[in-house]
Structure formats: C-alpha cells, structure tokens
C-alpha cells in the first residue's frame, strides 16, 4: 500500500522444518510489518514456533536518513531460546554468539550510525547490548549452539562495506 509519501508493507508466512535433529520448534509462523515515510522507516517483526516453552521471537527497528549520506538505525530484539528455526541456529547473527550459528536466548539492542561514502563503499559503526533471558540449565535439551547463555555481553564493531 502505498499513501502519500509513505509506503507499508506486511508479509506473513511459515516454515516447518524437516529435520532428524531434536530441535524443540519444528513450525514457525512468522509475520513483519514495515512503514516507510520520507526519511523515517519503522520494522516489526514477530516470529511464533511449536515449542513447548521460550517459542516467541519479537524484533522492532527504527531506521532515519539524516541526508548527504548518513544514517541512524536503533533495534530491540527479544529471541526466546526456541523461537526461530533451528532452536536459533538460523537466528540473526550479528549478535555475538560463542557458536558458529544464530542466537537466541536473549533480549538486546543494537544502535548504530552508517555514512554511505559513494556507491560502492559505506562504513557504520554498531553498538551492541545483549542479556541472556533463560539459564540454559533451566532449558530443555538441544542440539543447537545458539543458546545464549552468558548473563551480558557488549560489542562496539566497525564495518566497511564494499560493493562488488
């Protein structure tokens, strides 16, 4: 839908995973609502599996174009242990997680300010926060290793990007 200067996207789907693997959530339901208006966009994204417990997922974004290149962004996230595929093997993965997978188990944000230095090449720099919401000890068993299971973890990361 598009209205005036502004412009609002919803997707909803689901995924089952067909797996030998004892993960806790096999069916996923998944939705997002995205609202752009001029400069200002807002993102809700909410994630829904089978598991028995820690089964909801939840990110909220804020992203602001500040002109002649640079950008803010802010996110909130909230991942239960078992929400997303894979028990949080297939979770967002910018978080620092000790495995090599996705995480999960945790609530966080992520602030971050990007400048765009010409088509090919942009540089941000992000801040994140991160605590753990269940201890694993508490959780029932999974063969994943993306259960965040630290009490908090910081990160202050610098990326350059560049455009092939």
Known sequence: AKLDNSKLTFAFGGA???????????????????????????????????????????????????????????????????????????????????????????????LQVDYKVNTKVGVDLRWYSMQRLVDKADLPATPSDAIFNENKRSRLQLNVNYKF
């Open 16 to 110: 089952t995973v067909d797996s030998n693997n004892a993960f806790n959530g096999k069916n996923y339901l998944m939705t997002m609502l995205d609202w752009q208006y001029n400069k200002l966009r807002l993102i809700g994204e909410y994630i829904d599996s089978d598991a028995d417990v820690e089964d909801v997922a939840y990110t909220l974004q804020a992203r602001y174009s500040l002109g002649d290149g640079w950008g803010v962004r802010a996110y909130w996230l909230h991942v239960e242990a078992f929400s997303t595929i894979g028990d949080g093997t297939f979770s967002q993965d910018d978080f620092p997680n000790p495995g090599n997978t996705g995480v999960s188990n945790y609530d966080g944000y992520r």
